[in-house]
Structures are given as structure tokens and as C-alpha cells.
Nanobody
Framework: VQLQASGGGLVQAGGPLRLSCAAS????????VGWFRQAPGKEREFVAA????????YYADSVKGRFTLSRDNAKNTVYLQMNSLKPEDTAVYYC?????????????????WGQGTLVTVSS
């Protein structure tokens, strides 16, 4: 499945932003989706993941309570709602998907990362 992450931009600290991960080519409804990010000069890290059923979402400790995953199968899209953003959330955000649930292990599993979408949080 081909994915396109979008919705990034410049936001002030404390503000919200919603990222979208839109699929094309096939339905995303049976795919487990993960979000990852890479800050300047740092390694890519896991942010959040949701199972294909939407029954459970997993979050990195650094974003727990601030970020929320949701999926709209009718729109073939998974969203990452980011609230109370902090300057340390500044990064390029990537989404990826697989029929198998990887969660944080997606960091070493996924090979194609696409272009991602840049989120910049100003202090």
C-alpha cells in the first residue's frame, strides 16, 4: 500500500496539529499503521501505532496523553492528532503500514519511509 503523510507545518508551543496518513492503491482497513519521527540530528523514533481493527493504540511515553491516533476507513486515512505540542516534537513525521503489527519494532522493519511531513514547533 502506498502512503502519503501530510498536515505538517509551523505551530506555536502548546498548540495542536493533525497529521494525516492517506493510503492509495488499496484499502488501509486491514493494515496496522505506525507513526514515527526523526528530529534534526537524531535517529528516527517510534511515536504511535494502531492495529487494523482500531481496537488499541500504542504511544511512546514522550507523547502519551498528548497525541491520539484515529482511523477513518471510509477515507482510507489514519490521523495523528497532536495536542500540547512542545519544541522537542519538532521533526519529520512518517507513517508506515503493514498487515502485521510491528509497533516500535517498525523502526527496524520498515524499509520505505517516504518523504514524511515536517512539523516545527516554535517556543
Amino acid at each position: 500500500v502506498q502512503l502519503q503523510a501530510s498536515g505538517g507545518g509551523l505551530v506555536q508551543a502548546g498548540g495542536p496539529l493533525r497529521l494525516s496518513c492517506a493510503a492509495s492503491g488499496r484499502s488501509l482497513s486491514r493494515y496496522n499503521v505506525g507513526w514515527f519521527r526523526q528530529a534534526p540530528g537524531k535517529e528516527r523514533e517510534f511515536v504511535a501505532a494502531v492495529r487494523w481493527s482500531g481496537s488499541r493504540a500504542y504511544y511512546a511515553d514522550s507523547v502519551k496523553g498528548r497525541f491520539t491516533l484515529s482511523r477513518d476507513n471510509a477515507k482510507n486515512t489514519v490521523y495523528l492528532q497532536m495536542n500540547s505540542l512542545k519544541p522537542e516534537d519538532t521533526a519529520v513525521y512518517y507513517c508506515n503500514a503493514d498487515l502485521k503489527f510491528w509497533g516500535p519494532r517498525g523502526l527496524t522493519t520498515y524499509r520505505d519511509w517516504g518523504q514524511g511531513t515536517l512539523v516545527t514547533v516554535s517556543s
